[in-house]
């Protein structure tokens, strides 16, 4: 989701119930990170809706933890384990993410399972429109965008011990049982019949066609740390969904801020991108299949609404994490306001696709 950045970046001090055990983390530092070595400072990152973050200081070097939210967790969310592997795995492809020094599967030590990696010093946008960079560099700034997401899904997954992160094929059928489920088991969030209509027309419309890559699930602007003077990524952030599913998927997820209004998610729209000196979404979309070799993308618009549909599922869960007490970010409140419009444009989207 995207704020104005200055409520949703850099760090403040720990917000009260999610603080950590200071001695407990050094101690655990000094086993198991190669080369540390205190005093520590822990602040917290302002971001964040699912998995609480928190920047590590020591005299010598900066580190960045995460860890699962406090209280109830819904089945199968917050696996940092997961998001540990596929770092990890993507790392030593040379792929742009954070190195992983550390993961922590016992909850013992300080309340949840969590990791260390390492932070990554550079720049993240907050506004898809990009104001404060030069035309050109706008323009140079999308392309490495599109770039690093068609570099992604042409990763040899088998090759890089990723085989079992997921189950190849019938993505469609499973991410839409999936998250249709969690926005209905989620009773204390309500229902929506925008929502309701998408759970039933979703299901019987999916393109033909199966492709199998690594899928970020989350891969938009504000995801991404740029070069500091460069038009270039130095590491792609939360990858909390990813899975082994439909690239054309993951690609329409990150290529619906074109239709995305800017105070939901970092979003053009309302924009027109000629103006800004970028691609529009035709040539967006021209260009990562340009790069991947395809023909072309028949199911975008299927692909885009199932998106739409997937985030509002996400804010829905949100809604119930506020509802439950245990949402990670101070403005999770705020941002689940957006939630029935984010619905409503869901069901726009399907019937662009062809719902009746």
Partial sequence: MSAPADSNSGTATVRPGYELDLEVLDGWMRANVAGYAGPLEI?????????PTYKLRTPGKTYVLRKQPPGPLLKGAHALDREAKVLTSLSRAGFPVAAIHGLCTDPTVIGTIFYVMDMVEGRIFWDAA??????AERAALFDA????IADLHSIDFTAIGLADYGRPGNYFERQIARWSRQYLEDTAA????????????????IPDGEETSIVHG??????LIFHP??????????WELSTLGHPGADFAYHAMMYRMP????????GTEPAALGIADEAAYLAAYCRRRGLAGMPGYDFYVAFNFFRLAAIF?????????????????RERVAVLPELMRLAWQQAEKAGAQ
């Fill in 145 to 148: 965008m599109n770039g690093t």
């Fill in 229 to 238: 003077t460069e038009p270039r990524i130095l590491a792609v952030l939360d």
């Fill in 262 to 269: 800017p105070h939901i998610v970092a979003g053009l729209g």
């Fill in 130 to 135: 990009l104001p404060d960079v030069s035309r």
């Fill in 43 to 51: 602040e917290q990152f302002k971001g964040g809706q699912s998995n």
């Fill in 190 to 205: 309500g229902r929506d019949p925008h929502m309701d209509r998408l759970v039933e027309w979703l299901p019987s419309h």
């Fill in 316 to 332: 829905h869960g949100i809604k119930g994490r506020v509802i439950r007490g245990n949402a990670s970010s101070a403005q999770a």
């Fill in 218 to 223: 989350d891969f938009r602007l504000d995801n």
